[in-house]
T-cell receptor, first 111, second 117 residues
Framework: EDKVVQSPLSLVVHEGDTVTLNCSYE??????LLWYKQEKKAPTFLFML????IEKKSGRLSSILDKKELFSILNITATQTGDSAIYLC???????????FGKGTKLTVNP | DGGITQSPKYLFRKEGQNVTLSCEQN?????MYWYRQDPGQGLRLIYY???????QKGDIAEGYSVSREKKESFPLTVTSAQKNPTAFYLC????????????????FGQGTRLTVV
């Protein structure tokens, strides 16, 4: 059974701090790992990772995948209050389109 | 505009009644998904469909049913057999099946909040 474990489940920081969110996974025939941000209702796509060691970057957010250790991290530097959200990690594997999510990390950035 | 539309946004149901949540997409996507979200639980997969006239159970399919008669539509029925149906339901779609198109992100609708009264 495919499994995604995110840590920590919640995190409270001050503006300007740097945070690292973790995602470990177990999936048969890994194809991709995806990160999403959920502020209110619909999660919005951040990154898709398919290869080890290649950093994806967008502004203050970056992410990297380690396929040997079955692990990904999402880094946010110089956090802002607008970064407060639930960050979701998901994996796709096998020969199907099944997409399995973790429980998410709730990030709160205080001014 | 292209996107995924879920309706209604809020739904109230009496215990013992079946209710159907609508999900429509005009992105020409093959794959569609239904997730349930409870506080602190992330997104749990109920059903997914890779192509028209096909669907597969996810991790929490009991008490739910789906159909995929048209590419753009993937309705979810919450039956009276679902013990605790009050939750936030999210529908998603992705380009999906076949070749290099498999590694694409999923796009989400705005969700339906179902409350059993």
């Amino acid at each position: 059974e495919d499994k995604v474990v995110q840590s920590p489940l919640s995190l409270v920081v001050h503006e300007g701090d740097t945070v690292t969110l973790n995602c470990s996974y177990e999936v048969t025939n890994f194809r991709s790992l995806l990160w999403y941000k959920q502020e209110k209702k619909a999660p919005t796509f951040l990154f898709m990772l398919t290869s080890s060691g290649i950093e994806k970057k967008s502004g203050r957010l970056s992410s990297i995948l380690d396929k040997k250790e079955l692990f990904s991290i999402l880094n946010i530097t110089a956090t802002q209050t607008g970064d407060s959200a639930i960050y979701l990690c998901a994996v796709k594997g096998g020969g199907s389109e099944k997409l399995v999510f973790g429980k998410g990390t709730k990030l709160t950035v205080n001014p | 505009d292209g996107g995924i539309t879920q309706s209604p946004k809020y739904l109230f149901r009496k215990e013992g009644q079946n209710v159907t949540l609508s999900c429509e997409q005009n992105l020409n996507h093959d794959a569609m998904y239904w997730y349930r979200q409870d506080p602190g639980q992330g997104l749990r997969l109920i059903y997914y469909s890779q192509i028209v006239n096909d669907f597969q159970k996810g991790d929490i399919a009991e008490g739910y049913s789906v159909s995929r008669e048209k590419k753009e539509s993937f309705p979810l029925t919450v039956t009276s057999a679902q013990k605790n149906p009050t939750a936030f339901y999210l529908c998603a779609s992705s380009m999906g099946y076949g070749g290099a198109r498999r590694n694409t992100e999923a796009f989400f609708g705005q969700g339906t909040r179902l409350t059993v009264v």
